[in-house]
C-alpha cells in the first residue's frame, strides 16, 4: 500500500525559507513523476512543482518560479521542495503526490508565511 508522509512544514516570516520533503513507501518511485501540490484555505489545491525520480529537468507553477525548487534524493527514497523568499499567499498545507496519477493524499505539510 503506498503512503505519502510530507515533513518540514512550520510557521516563518516573508523573505524566510523551508524544506519540505516527501518519503513515499510502497511505491517503485523512480519510474514516476512527483511532484508537490498545495492547498490554501477556502481555495481548490494547486499544482506547485514536478520532476522526475531520474533527475529530468524540473517544472513549476508561475508563481514559483525563481523561489522554489524541487529535488530527490534517489538513495534516501525522497523528494524536497527548497521554498526561499516566501510569501504571505504561499501560506497553504503542502502535499506530495503523482501528478499524471494521483495517489492517496498524505495529512501534508502545514506552511505559514507571515507578513
Known amino acids: 500500500q503506498v503512503q505519502l508522509v510530507e515533513s518540514g512544514g512550520g510557521l516563518v516570516q516573508a523573505g524566510g525559507s523551508l524544506r519540505l520533503s516527501c518519503a513515499p513507501s510502497?511505491?517503485?518511485?523512480?519510474?514516476?513523476?512527483m511532484g508537490w501540490f498545495r492547498q490554501a484555505p477556502g481555495k481548490e489545491p494547486e499544482f506547485v512543482a514536478g520532476?522526475?525520480?531520474?533527475?529530468?529537468?524540473?517544472f513549476y507553477t508561475q508563481s514559483v518560479k525563481g523561489r522554489f525548487t524541487i529535488s530527490s534524493a534517489n538513495a534516501k527514497k525522497t523528494m524536497y521542495l527548497q521554498m526561499n523568499r516566501l510569501k504571505p499567499e504561499d501560506t497553504a498545507v503542502y502535499y506530495c503526490?503523482?501528478?499524471?496519477?494521483?495517489?492517496?493524499w498524505g495529512t501534508g505539510a502545514l506552511v505559514t508565511v507571515s507578513s
Open positions: 503526490n503523482r501528478p499524471n496519477s494521483l495517489l492517496p
Open positions: 510502497g511505491l517503485t518511485f523512480t519510474i514516476y513523476t
Open positions: 520532476i522526475k525520480w531520474s533527475g529530468a529537468t524540473p
